[in-house]
């Protein structure tokens, strides 16, 4: 499975951005896309996934009310919209896909629950 982030770049705190994933290789009806974000010398953190079929989402604490994610079914994507940045959104942020549903309702946040993963697209949030 391929995994293709685009949408990154650079924005003012308080501003928006849009993040795309598109999935491709794969005949699984029901799967799993997530994001996560990076900074150098951190974790990887659990941002947003999202279910098909049924369209099921997960937030972190840190991001719920703020971003959105949705999907595309017809076209494999899922999006993520980020509204009221903030410097701390500053990250690498790559988007994950995993066959089938999560297990619990925080596995999302995990990375090794997902197959693939993207090159990552950065977004900074300048102060």
């Known amino acids: 499975v391929q995994v293709v982030e685009s949408g990154g770049g650079s924005v003012q705190a308080g501003g928006s951005l849009t993040l795309s994933c598109t999935g491709r290789?794969?005949?699984?009806?029901?799967?799993?896309m997530g994001w996560f974000r990076q900074e150098p010398g951190q974790e990887r953190e659990g941002v947003a996934a999202?279910?098909?079929?049924?369209?099921?989402?997960r937030y972190a604490e840190s991001v719920k009310g703020r971003f959105t994610i949705s999907q595309n079914n017809a076209k494999d994507t899922v999006y993520l919209q980020m509204n009221s940045l903030k410097p701390e959104d500053t990250a690498m942020y790559y988007c994950?896909?995993?066959?089938?549903?999560?297990?619990?309702?925080?596995?999302?946040?995990?990375?090794?629950?997902?197959?693939?993963w993207g090159q990552g697209t950065q977004v900074t949030v300048s102060s």
């Open positions: 999202i279910y098909t079929p049924g369209g099921t989402t």
């Open positions: 290789g794969f005949t699984y009806s029901s799967y799993s």
């Open positions: 994950a896909w995993k066959g089938g549903p999560f297990d619990s309702v925080y596995a999302f946040l995990y990375p090794d629950e997902y197959n693939s």
